[in-house]
């Protein structure tokens, strides 16, 4: 099997692919070990190791592209046969900081990703300051001289 | 009269309460305070306030469902009132879910907090003032009651309400449907600059002005859009003078104090740091909770009391008043002392006055009177029961109008607040919602789960979200609920609490005054998502929907603003009301209430500014009698 | 509700300020001490500007507003230590700390603003061009580690190298650093050579002679306003500003500009550290001098309402409740972090990119807001929030060596 760091890399890897976010966008919300702890913690040992087998014969396919990368995961593990709805369930995690519907920390909710797609940040926290909805968001102004 | 340790009892710490024990202490009266929520949340020295509010916010945080109430602990000794135990009510099966016990036919759908501190750390904040003729209703319309007195009488309390609560706004953008009548007086300021309005109502405002004429029942109306004065910090109004509100001996008066000079008015920051909330630093959580504490809390009320006058007693749950068999008078306050907030140990204790104030909010004061019965001989205790009942309308804009970002609601429409229409059915206000559709279907959560089970991930999905969540816009028409006396609070020995106080027995139904509200607002409201090119969304659910009703045909979904009103209302004579114009009840000349529960009608606005204007008057009241 | 907090008449303000003298002699006093949490450390000697020489160091308007504009280099260039000390404490560690910190940068801010205010005073609206700004953001920014500006060479312990403004995470060290950046001045210690300023109060205390005598000089002239000319719209007022202890002030003549500095000074760094005895100076709700803060924090301790007795040199260490300062719950963020650092890592570099593009708009915004549209000062301050934000997805991202990367407050071209 796959050892523990080569496996965290691979769950940053294909979490990219999965929610359309860079690596470096999903490592600056610190909560990478925690979701790859929290993904370990609640599911089946099996659906695991499958799973990252897979995501590591997808992302080391030859001749791969990003699109053959979407379609290799679209057919191989989007579908909720695929082990256990594992990588829907990761998805969600990182947009909500929600396990299936129970937050997983305070700092999961604060960094769902959901907010920033939004161009918006998580209601009572990442506050923007006096005013700032009086304008559009900041992410979406082109910043001027 | 009693030799009393105290000179006043008040039950209750949310504003009501504490504005009263704020005048009185600081006019030199001797008050106990029995607060039924937990020690900590009244703590008043900075580190011990920010550590139980810290505690508040971890919570909300980690709370699945952000309702009103997540933040604060839900006590089973002293139970709050919770719109997650609000379910379908089956045909003569009560639901006995929450603290409630709903007879329905239909769920009372608002809650409050129970906790120190009140309802107003969860309310959103909202400060507008009712208009003249809803204080005479049945005069001029034919419906639901008068009050015993007029809109102008109460102006100066208005003001001293809107110092306390320190209120932003702009008096100059305050244009109401009525005619030739001047609300705020010459040269009158709110404490405080507007809230900006968001960038949302900027976007709106200008659609819907474009084409802003609809047909309601033949009749042609102008849909206008005004800036909503709101109870959080802004930039100080450098015109205002009023410094605040003083016991006068000598005329037997609340009278305001002002400055000489201008720049007058400092925010009032958070509880642990009077830097921290000098601002609204749009956190958008208001509803539940305020993390800077920008926005007002009956907390910063009772920090102002005179403390060597106040005694407080938490984990005090009031459960019966005592009554005098001979003079009527109340003689105490029969109280439960739990131990933790969850077990079944308490002690019974009675607390002593000379004069005796329910501030417990208008379910609880209505209840505390059946259960003693007390102050009931006009048979209006717990009956009238209001809210405004808000029908929710929403739909995805064409361009991006960013949601998500700044206070609840920032800018209303205020076109249908008074007229000839309400003869027929209520009236309502519109404020525009700067929250997507979080309230009806719990967005953007709710989003990302439809897009991710239709198997979208990726560059895709995120582009999805961005669509979804950046043109999300949401409408409320918050209904004026009209009095009826069968909508009511009851007791019945069958049902109390753990440590044996009566549980709220609640009877509740639309009447078809606001049935048909509900058919002409939605009528605006298809008319507004046309002209505007709003895709609408709106769906009501006939089955999961608890307040789900149907009028003619067409089915309706509603939802509580969290306005619980009229329990015990206001009149002119003791016949058909439970209290007086200076709040005391008809019944025992010991005893004021204060609360929404005195409203004989709730107008369009948001109740608590009114509530907080004639709670000034029952204190001067009550300073009064004291002195006599 | 007058609440006192806020008025600048405030009896329990503490006055760090003392009218100008004209007989600058001072008596001998004894050898200075600067005693941190049980470590006292003799001052060594350094060679200092003399107090005759503070007050004629400033000789001309020009060079009299050159100094304002080092000034307002000076303010700034504080503002991205005590941040970069701010964002590395671990959200809900040294809660106490990270409120002492944040107060003194936001404060930092208002200074910047007070010395635009006295600069635009003092600056004829007709020699402005159309459009020119206040200061040129790009050269104001320092490259850390950064002598302070102005001359000013605060004393080192002997055998320590010469004291630098870093870029450091939370630490003893980036303390000790604060400390030394607001130590008050020393007023007794006996003056050598005239070469330097030896503290910021100092530095000030040139900026108001200078003000002093440029205005009685262009009053003897018979400009009436003397050299307060300046166009009044120019001035960012009171409603602009919050989040801290002090207030902006309006500057249109000498007393104003007076307060200002007693404002900077004052909340900051000291002239002469003298604190008037038998006066409440520390409790709840009183304002107090920034390096008065920060030896707080270094004590895990703060000051209690008996600790009035502040003489400088500084004696007394706080005697206050405790409170726990965590020193290992920080992001170990590297030292002066550069975007050079970050080559190999082009996302990475992308992103201090974008935090460095974000920190140039505020000083755009700060420079905008002081050169006629006061009014955008209150955009900057949500530009102040994004920052942190930005910050903060900086330092989650580890450089591989158990250290994690970190702003690097670096001009960038805006797109
Ligand atoms: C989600 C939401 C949003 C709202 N938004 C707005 C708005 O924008 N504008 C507006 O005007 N209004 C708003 N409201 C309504 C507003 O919050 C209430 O009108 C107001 O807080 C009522 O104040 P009160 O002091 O009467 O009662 P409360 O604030 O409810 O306080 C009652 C107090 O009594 C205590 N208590 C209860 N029972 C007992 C007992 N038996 N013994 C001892 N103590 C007891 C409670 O613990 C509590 O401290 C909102 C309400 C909700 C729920
Ligand atoms: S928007 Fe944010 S800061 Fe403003 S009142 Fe609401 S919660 Fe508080």
């Known amino acids: 099997m796959i050892n523990a760091s080569s496996n965290v890399k691979l769950f940053l890897e294909i979490s990219a692919f999965l929610t359309g976010f860079s690596e470096t966008e999903l490592k600056a919300t610190g909560m990478l070990e925690t979701y790859y702890n929290t993904i370990l913690a609640n599911t089946d040992g099996n659906d695991i190791d499958y799973f990252f087998q897979n995501v590591s014969d997808i992302l080391s396919a030859p001749e791969r592209t990003d699109a053959t990368i979407e379609q290799a995961i679209a057919m191989q593990l989007i579908p909720d046969s695929c082990y256990s709805g594992l990588a829907k369930n990761i998805i969600a995690l990182w947009y909500t900081g929600n396990w299936v519907g129970t937050v997983v920390s305070a700092a999961s909710y604060i960094q769902g990703l959901m907010w920033e797609a939004g161009h918006t940040h998580p209601p009572g926290a990442k506050q923007p300051g006096y005013g700032s909805w009086a304008n559009p968001p900041l992410s979406i102004v082109k910043q001027q001289n | 009269m009693e030799n009393n340790e105290y000179d006043v009892v008040i039950v209750g710490s949310g504003i009501a309460g504490s504005i009263v024990a704020k005048l009185l202490t600081n006019a030199g009266k001797k008050v106990l305070l029995l607060e039924a929520g937990l020690q900590a949340g009244i703590a008043m020295d900075p580190e011990e306030a920010y550590k139980t509010y810290q505690g508040y916010l971890n919570t909300f945080y980690n709370a699945s469902a952000k309702v009103p109430n997540s933040p604060y602990p839900n006590i089973k000794d002293a139970p709050s009132i919770d719109v997650l135990d609000i379910e379908v009510i089956k045909k003569n099966v009560p639901s006995t879910k929450g603290y409630l016990v709903q007879m329905g036919p239909i769920p009372f759908a608002s809650d409050c907090a129970r906790t120190p501190g009140g309802t107003t750390l969860h309310w959103l904040g909202t400060t507008l003032r009712m208009l003249p003729n809803d204080f005479k209703m049945k005069t001029t319309y034919g419906v639901g009651a008068d009050w015993p007195f007029p809109y102008e009488s109460l102006r100066p309390y208005y003001e001293m309400a809107e110092n306390e609560i320190g209120v932003s706004g702009e008096v100059g953008d305050q244009h109401y449907p009525i005619k030739g009548e001047d609300i705020f007086g010459e040269d009158y300021v709110f404490p405080m600059r507007g809230i900006p309005t968001s960038y949302l109502d900027g976007v709106m405002t200008e659609t819907i002005m474009k084409n802003n004429e609809v047909v309601l029942n033949d009749k042609t109306y102008e849909l206008y859009c005004i800036s909503t004065p709101q109870g959080r910090n802004s930039i100080p109004n450098p015109d205002y003078n009023i410094t605040g509100v003083v016991w006068d001996t000598a005329s037997k008066k609340l009278v305001q104090t002002r400055a000489d000079g201008k720049d007058s008015y400092q925010p009032v920051g958070s509880n642990w740091d009077p830097y921290t909330g000098q601002r609204c630093e749009g956190n958008a959580s208001c509803v539940p909770i305020c993390p800077v504490q920008a926005k007002y809390n009956a907390l910063k009320t009772l920090k102002k009391c005179d403390m060597s006058n106040l005694t407080i007693r938490t984990q005090s749950v009031a459960s019966k008043l005592l009554i005098n068999d001979t003079s009527k008078w109340i003689s105490g306050v029969e109280y439960k002392t739990y131990k933790n907030g969850n077990s079944y140990e308490y002690e019974t204790q009675v607390a002593k006055g000379t004069i005796y104030v329910l501030a417990a909010s208008a379910i609880e004061n209505a209840k505390l009177l059946l259960a003693s019965g007390a102050a009931n001989s006009s048979d209006q205790v717990g009956r009238n029961l209001m809210d405004h009942m808000t029908l929710l309308s929403w739909g995805l804009t064409k361009e991006p109008i960013y949601p998500y970002r700044g206070p609840g609601s920032t800018t209303n429409i205020p076109t249908f607040r008074d007229g000839d229409f309400r003869k027929e059915h209520a009236a309502w206000i519109s404020p525009l919602d700067n929250w997507g559709w979080s309230w009806p279907v719990y967005s953007p959560g709710s989003d990302v789960n439809t897009a991710i089970v239709s198997g979208m991930f990726g560059k895709k999905l995120r582009a999805e979200m961005e669509r979804v969540i950046t043109r999300q816009f949401l409408v409320h028409f918050e209904c004026e609920q009209i009095a009826d006396p069968d909508n009511r609070v009851t007791i019945d020995p069958e049902y109390k609490d753990q440590i044996g106080n009566y549980r709220p027995v609640i009877h509740y139904k639309a009447t078809e005054y606001m049935l048909k509200a509900f058919e002409a607002a939605k009528t605006v409201s298809d008319q507004l998502f046309k002209q505007c090119d709003i895709q609408d969304f709106t769906y009501y659910n006939p089955v999961t929907n608890p307040d789900y009703v149907t009028y003619k045909g067409k089915g309706y979904r509603f939802d509580g603003a969290g306005h619980i009103v009229g329990t015990h209302r206001m009149g002119a004579n003791k016949e058909d009301s439970v209290v007086d114009a200076d709040m005391r009840t008809w019944d025992h000349e010991n005893l004021f209430l204060v609360g929404c529960g005195n409203m004989p009608t709730l107008g369009t606005s948001n109740p608590t500014l009114t509530m907080a204007a004639i709670t000034f008057k029952a204190a001067e009241a009550i300073l009064k009698q004291l002195e006599q | ?415």
């Open chain 3, 1 to 415: 509700m007058e609440n006192k907090l806020f008025q600048e008449n405030n009896p329990k303000r503490q006055k760090l300020i003392r009218p100008l003298e004209e007989t600058p002699e001072p008596a001998p006093a004894p050898k200075a001490f600067v005693e941190t949490a049980g470590r006292v450390t003799a001052a060594p000697e350094v060679l200092k500007m003399s107090m005759v020489d503070v007050k004629n160091y400033i000789k001309d308007l020009p060079q009299l507003r050159a100094c304002l504009l080092t000034a307002l280099q000076l303010e700034l260039s504080t503002i991205p230590p005590y941040l970069c000390a701010l964002y590395t404490i671990k959200d809900g560690s040294s809660q106490q700390a990270a409120a002492l910190v944040r107060s003194v940068a936001v404060e930092e801010m208002l200074h910047m603003v007070l010395v635009a205010n006295i600069l635009n005073a003092i600056t004829d609206p007709k020699t402005i061009k159309e459009g020119e700004l206040l200061f040129d953001v790009k050269n104001i920014i320092p490259n850390y580690p950064t002598p302070l500006p102005g001359n000013i060479v605060p004393k080192m312990p002997p055998g320590k190298p010469a004291f630098t403004v870093n870029l450091r995470k939370f630490s003893r060290e980036a303390i000790d650093g604060f400390c030394t950046i607001e130590r008050p001045s020393d007023p007794d210690e006996s003056l050598t050579n005239p070469t330097a300023f030896d503290g910021i109060g100092q530095f000030y205390q040139a900026i108001r002679w200078g003000l002093k005598h440029m205005n009685e000089k262009a009053i003897r002239e018979g400009n009436k306003n003397g050299i307060f000319t300046g166009d009044p719209k120019r001035q960012v007022t009171p409603e602009h500003y919050y989040g801290s202890g002090g207030k902006i002030l309006k500057v249109e003549n000498y007393e104003d500009a007076e307060s200002a500095i007693e404002e900077i000074v004052g909340q900051g760094e000291g002239i002469d550290g003298t604190i008037a005895a038998n006066e409440v100076m520390f409790g709840e709700g009183i304002e107090y001098a920034h390096y008065f803060k920060f030896q707080e924090i270094a004590c895990g301790r703060m000051y209690s309402a008996n600790d009035t007795n502040f003489q400088m040199p500084v004696k007394s260490i706080p005697t206050g409740k405790h409170f726990d300062v965590s020193w290992s719950s920080v992001f170990n963020m590297k030292e002066n972090p550069k975007m050079k650092d970050y080559e190999n890592n082009p996302p990475l570099l992308e992103k201090a990119k974008g935090f460095n593009r974000t920190y140039v708009q505020l000083l755009n915004n700060i420079n905008r807001a002081v050169s006629g549209n006061p009014e955008l000062l209150i955009e900057g301050i949500t530009v102040m929030y994004d920052l942190k934000y930005k910050a903060l997805e900086l330092l989650n991202i580890p450089l591989g060596n158990g250290e994690c990367a970190g702003p690097t407050f670096e001009y960038v071209d805006l797109l």
